[in-house]
């Protein structure tokens, strides 16, 4: 492996967090790191143009619906907006709007967003997303970490936040020569956390593949870690080897999930075993990798089936656009195949850090039962959050944020 090369090393982070820095002491150690902008080439973007313009859609099942997937007549109103109204300009200001920088991790270059906390002991936190997301899934909970008086909370609740991009942004691929896939992305992101950015201890929270991530750092360097904030359990964790002994409710869930992801669950078949074929048209088509992540979306949603409820379009388009533009969208799937063949964080594992579960209804799979989740997680906090789905961080972030400050605050006692 190449040597690490520490781009952003800030020698003062001694204590695990900035409490004992100056504000003009922060400014000076952001000097020292790479910053980086998004600068999309027009090149790229007239070229989107030119395909969306030339889209050749698909016959449809005449009242089908949503019922065979992306619905042709929504398809045709994004498409229309994406070509005609929606800025990515605009949409770039406003996240060129975050610090961002990139660091070379054993030679692999990690995009990541850094936002400073406004308060006089920032708990250092990183968010994690996954598939079919982006670090654009955090926009609008950043703010409301860094600077919770700004919403109504206690800055001393404040945090450091870390969203790197992993899979569809502006790092490398993950190399996949590495053993498990997921289990290489902690290892990576252990060392952009602790050797890096200098934190002896942090936080890690996330959902879908975030939250698997967010556990195998817990399995890497558990002494690193101060706690995890989940949004679901992973899946891995509901394979039980005897549900018999298990609670009514947990027996209920897990029949439940079964009959829920057969049908919903088809497609990971597909990425866990041809994902190349599926890959040909993910990365030629903006509109057939557009109609895979809008599914996903819709389905996985707490919008009652109706994707707009939850998102704008500019909000669907804007992550839509970091898989196309960063030229990742078919990539970004192999991780299901490499994950498939060797699972980065085997059922069973315990997890030992503090864990807090905040569930959201909405998800395509129902809410885990606490004693099911307690067999491999050290739950603490047991939240079922109000509203939101698979993406509340970016659906209904609020109760989110505040459940995340209430948990990590009694880990601060």
């Not at 406003?94 to 006089?120: C, M, R, S, W």
């Not at 866990?272 to 557009?290: C, E, H, Q, R």
């Amino acid at each position: 492996m190449k040597k690490l090369i520490i781009l952003t090393a800030i020698t003062s982070l001694l204590s695990g967090s900035l409490s004992a820095q100056t504000s003009d002491k922060y400014e000076e150690n952001m000097k020292k790191l790479k910053p980086f902008k998004i600068d999309i080439p027009q090149s790229i973007l007239d070229d989107l143009h030119a395909r969306l313009k030339q889209t050749r859609w698909p016959a449809e099942i005449k009242g089908s619906g949503w019922n065979y997937g992306s619905n042709l007549a929504y398809m045709k109103e994004l498409t229309s907006y994406w070509l005609n109204q929606y800025d990515w300009r605009k949409q770039e200001a406003k996240l060129n709007t975050f610090h961002q920088f990139k660091a070379e991790v054993d030679g692999v270059n990690i995009h990541f967003i850094y936002e400073h906390g406004k308060g006089p002991n920032p708990t250092p936190i990183i968010l994690i997303h996954g598939w079919p997301d982006s670090f654009y899934r955090y926009e609008k909970l950043i703010p409301m970490l860094t600077d919770p008086a700004k919403y109504g909370g206690d800055p001393n609740d404040s945090f450091d936040v870390i969203v790197p991009s992993l899979g569809a942004g502006f790092s490398d691929n993950m190399p996949v020569d590495q053993g498990p896939l997921l289990k290489t992305t902690g290892k990576l992101l252990m060392k952009l956390m602790t050797e890096v950015l200098g934190y002896k201890k942090f936080a890690a929270a996330g959902g879908d593949g975030g939250g698997v991530t967010s556990q195998i750092l817990a399995t890497i360097n558990p002494d690193a870690i101060i706690g995890l904030h989940l949004t679901d359990i992973g899946y891995h964790n509901t394979f039980v080897p005897d549900p018999s002994k298990l609670s009514k409710a947990s027996q209920e869930f897990l029949a439940t999930l079964q009959q829920r992801f057969q049908p919903a669950g088809a497609y990971v078949s597909m990425l866990m075993t041809k994902p190349l074929t599926f890959n040909y048209g993910l990365s030629d088509s903006p509109v057939g990798i557009a109609s895979l992540i809008i599914e996903k979306f819709r389905d996985w949603s707490d919008c009652g089936g109706d994707v707009e409820k939850s998102f704008t379009k500019d909000e669907l388009l804007t992550n839509i656009m970091l898989y196309w533009v960063s030229d990742l969208g078919g990539t970004a799937i192999y991780g299901y195949a490499l994950e498939g063949r060797s699972p980065s964080i085997a059922p069973g594992t315990k997890i030992t850090v503090p864990v807090a579960l905040a569930l959201p209804p909405g998800d395509l799979t129902p809410v885990p039962p606490r004693d099911l989740a307690e067999l491999s997680l050290n739950v603490q906090h047991y939240t079922v959050l109000p509203h939101g789905g698979h993406f509340v961080a970016l659906e209904d972030p609020k109760p989110l944020a505040e459940d995340m400050r209430a948990f990590f605050k009694t880990l601060k006692q």
